[in-house]
């Protein structure tokens, strides 16, 4: 009796040791996959810092490919940029979830006639986006995407909506840029005045925006927008809109600039009514190729 307690009493015990061991192998496994998992997280923030300084915002980009890169200026017969910019605000604040249209309802209000609500005032980062987001939360009643992109623009004729206008947008973009390392800052002497102009001097940059551009509607065209990137999307409709877009195709093969353009053209052909009711859409960033579309 008393060996058969021993027995007992020593296979407790070795049951006892090995739930021992194996918790401690567990522990030692789990804490080693968080270390694995911190390094990661370190990594990916290593590669955000390393990229920081060349993460570009839609206005930003569509500035780059506005920008004549010896000169350093925009075209002056596109007029088109500047309320193509104050659109490429109000979808970059979209996408980072910063602000949204206001339900469409039971009577299923057009895009254009439903407000842009402010979902969020975190600060962007973005001084520019920053200020126009301060004017859309603080406005009340609420403006349409329309409106909006006037206001910001300064195009309204009621002067008690003036300080909405942002203004020197093009310059303070190019500044950014300049901090980016992307453009110097130069002056140039045109007759009767000077400028400040801002020409291109990191070209690799340059090279991989036009060739992203180039590669969505070529390479990786997928005949479908709500398959494709949104913001390379956004971009390609922002670009177009601000008159700019044809700058990144100019280097291709006659065959090639064709496809790209006919390619282009069938997405903005596309409805945005209708593409606003598909799932997971942007439906302000469809609201302002509307606005500009109507």
Known sequence: MTSLTQRTSGLVQRKTEASRNAAAADKEKGSGEEDDEARRGEEEDDDKGDSKETRLTLMEEVLLLGLKDREGYTSFWNDCISSGLRGC???????????????????????????????????????????????????????????????????TWNPLKLHYQLRNVRERLAKNLVEKGVLTTEKQNFLLFDMTTHPL??????????????????????????????????????????????????????????????????????????????????????????????
């Open 89 to 155: 605000m109000l979808v970059e604040l979209a996408l980072r979830g910063r602000l949204h249209l206001e339900p469409c309802g039971v009577r299923r209000k057009s895009l254009l006639a439903r407000k842009v609500i402010c979902k969020s005032d975190a600060p962007t980062g973005d001084v520019l986006l920053d200020e126009a987001l301060k004017h859309i939360k603080e406005t009340q009643p609420p403006e349409t995407v329309q409106s909006w992109i006037e206001l910001l623009s300064g195009e």
């Open 201 to 294: 001097t990191n070209s690799n940059i340059k090279q991989r925006l036009v060739k992203k551009v180039q590669d969505s509607v070529l390479d990786k065209w997928v005949n479908d927008p709500h398959r494709m990137d949104k913001r390379v999307l956004a971009l390609i409709l922002l670009a177009h809109s601000s008159d700019v877009l044809e700058n990144a195709f100019a280097p291709l093969q006659d065959d090639q600039y064709d496809l790209c353009m006919k390619r282009v053209h069938s997405l903005l052909e596309l409805e945005p009514e209708k593409e606003c009711t598909k799932p997971n859409v942007n439906e302000l960033m469809w609201a302002v190729v509307a606005a500009f579309t109507k």
